[in-house]
């Protein structure tokens, strides 16, 4: 499979899977590998219920500095470009692994978030899901200044962690698509956590593109581009006609 065969079936439906090498172009880094998030910090400390009850003026402090870096980036070319699909074929689902709203904020409109929404507090009494309120949390938290619901919870990212399961209805959409799909995208995927879908797809006899600048190893039935999304994604959109 060819990237010229490849634009023709991404005007009928497509199902996109997009991880953290989406949003680097953005500026925001990746979790795993060299520069990541977690490659000088114990992950599970920072991202884990029990790292968490353990120490959550810790683990909030470094949620803050990653959604005050969320606020501060833009959609790049890569985000865009999905956007642009999204109006030119017949049906884009998008289901991330990411946690930034980049994609949304691009324009795209079915965007299905496995592990929520970094711009989202979660109470860990009541449950109640809310915008994150900058303004009014600390700029360095404390054991006596943690963000708080208005029931007097704790309350958390709207994130999942480690040894929580992924968003159920993401989850469903994703199979759903998959045997509907004309074409599968797996965009910015380190590989290091994953679902089985693109496996699945490739087990259905789906075509499926890989956009990664370091992709996992090769699969039959996957065309692996080692690009940048937001250099790959505008080259192969450019070529679809609704």
């Not at 402090?61 to 005050?68: E, G, P, S």
């Not at 289901?95 to 989202?120: K, P, S, W």
């Not at 004309?182 to 956009?211: C, M, N, Q, W």
């Amino acid at each position: 499979m060819t990237e010229a065969e490849v634009v023709p079936l991404l005007s009928g439906r497509v199902l996109a899977f997009t991880g953290a090498g989406l949003s680097v172009p953005s500026g925001l880094p990746a979790f795993w590998g060299k520069g990541g998030l977690y490659e000088a910090e114990d992950a599970y400390r920072l991202a884990s219920p029990e790292g968490f009850a353990q120490d959550p003026a810790f683990v909030w402090n470094w949620y803050l500095a990653r959604i005050r870096d969320g606020i501060a980036s833009k959609p790049n070319a890569g985000h865009y470009a999905l956007a642009e699909l999204e109006g030119n074929c017949r049906r884009l689902t998008i289901i991330t692994a990411n946690v930034d709203t980049l994609q949304e904020q691009a324009g795209c409109r079915r965007v299905f978030r496995l592990h929520g929404n970094i711009m989202q507090t979660l109470c860990t009494s009541c449950c109640a899901v809310a915008e994150a309120d900058l303004d009014s949390m600390p700029g360095n938290c404390d054991g006596n200044s943690l963000p708080r619901c208005g029931c007097g919870g704790v309350l958390r990212p709207n994130v999942v962690w480690f040894g929580e399961y992924p968003d159920q209805e993401a989850v469903l959409s994703a199979q759903e698509e998959l045997s509907a799909a004309d074409v599968v995208l797996e965009v910015g995927h380190s590989g290091t956590v994953s679902y089985g879908f693109t496996e699945t797809a490739v087990s259905l006899g789906k075509p499926v593109v890989r956009i990664n600048t370091e992709p996992p190893p090769p699969m039959p039935g996957v065309l692996i581009i080692a690009e940048s999304a937001d250099i790959a994604l505008p080259r192969l959109v450019a070529g679809v006609k609704q």
